[in-house]
């Protein structure tokens, strides 16, 4: 059986910019995907360098077409069932019962995204309604946004959304703004609605439904998911997780090994906030640092 230098579970972003750099320091590298991105539901990608306005799955497929011309990559389409340390290996099987074995992990499998249970708000995921301005807030023309809060942390997200468009804070319920959320909320003249919201519809436009039957159309509703691992491997393994204001991820230190030794994460798994950008980055980190420790790691004390 062929031991690896790297398995990379992941092959979004994150997990191609890492095998990169580990391909290009002439390492044997897995990459294991399941295909499945974060951002599957958005049309565009926007704010990213060189890339601003195409289709993210033409963004990942040119990356993953410029890693297939490395000979000492091997990519593998399927999902990891388990990954588990045997001795100075890590042994991962995959859905089809694959089994391979590699002197290190790096998980870059991402977060999956909960929005509140609100009737038509999935649907419309990435459309017209959004987790990220700095994404898609410019495309939005200055139009009527909106803030659907999921937390007293959606105060900071209604902060920022009136540079992109006049702002209406939807509090549903899910708290009371302060004295000090009013003043700062009405300094960026952020308009608060406290009516329960029914429904999201529209098809261009974001069409709030009120528990009172009122309507307001906006150009864009945001609203901060909360995320958890897309995967369990991770803990599966024992990595740490810590928690953000709007979910869990994997605790990295500097260099993005986890917890346990030999195991990475990057991307939107390794990191509080999530980007294409920052994923990109983030895997890039974390090659080098997962090839750093192949070498000075096996060198004598």
């Not at 049309?43 to 497929?61: M, N, R, Y």
């Not at 995204?113 to 959004?130: C, N, S, Y």
């Not at 994997?250 to 986890?258: A, F, G, I, P």
Request: hydrophobic letters at 40%.
């Amino acid at each position: 059986m062929q031991i690896f230098d790297v398995i990379v579970i992941g092959g979004s972003y994150a997990g191609m910019a890492g095998a990169l750099q580990l391909a290009r320091g002439r390492r044997n590298v897995a990459v294991i995907d399941a295909g499945i991105r974060r951002n599957r539901f958005a049309e565009h990608s926007h704010g990213v360098l060189g890339q601003d306005g195409k289709p993210p799955a033409q963004i990942a497929a040119e990356a993953k077409a410029q890693l297939l011309l490395y000979p000492n990559l091997t990519w593998i389409e399927g999902r990891v069932e388990s990954a588990e340390k045997t001795g100075n290996l890590f042994r991962v099987i995959t859905g089809d019962n694959q089994t391979l074995s590699a002197k290190r992990l790096l998980l870059a499998t991402g977060v999956s995204d909960h929005l509140p249970a609100i009737t038509g708000l999935q649907e419309r995921w990435g459309k017209t309604v959004f987790h990220c301005p700095y994404c898609h807030g410019y495309e939005l023309d200055q139009g009527s946004l909106g803030v659907l809060a999921v937390s007293e942390a959606s105060v900071h997200q209604a902060l920022l959304i009136p540079d992109w468009g006049p702002t209406t804070l939807f509090t549903n319920n899910c708290f009371t703004p302060s004295e000090l959320h009013q003043q700062q909320l009405a300094a960026r003249n952020v308009r608060i609605e406290t009516e329960a919201v029914s429904e999201i519809a529209g098809e261009q436009s974001a069409i709030v439904k009120l528990a009172n039957g009122r309507l307001v159309e906006l150009a864009g509703l945001f609203v901060a998911s909360l995320t958890k691992p897309a995967s369990p491997i991770a803990y599966d393994l024992g990595c740490e997780l810590a928690e953000s204001p709007v979910g869990f991820y994997v605790k990295t230190d500097e260099s993005k090994q986890t917890s346990i030794p030999g195991v990475y994460a990057c991307g939107d798994l390794g990191r509080a906030m999530g980007s294409v950008t920052f994923a990109i980055g983030d895997g890039a980190l974390a090659g080098f640092a997962v090839h750093r420790s192949l070498i000075f790691d096996g060198l004598p004390a």
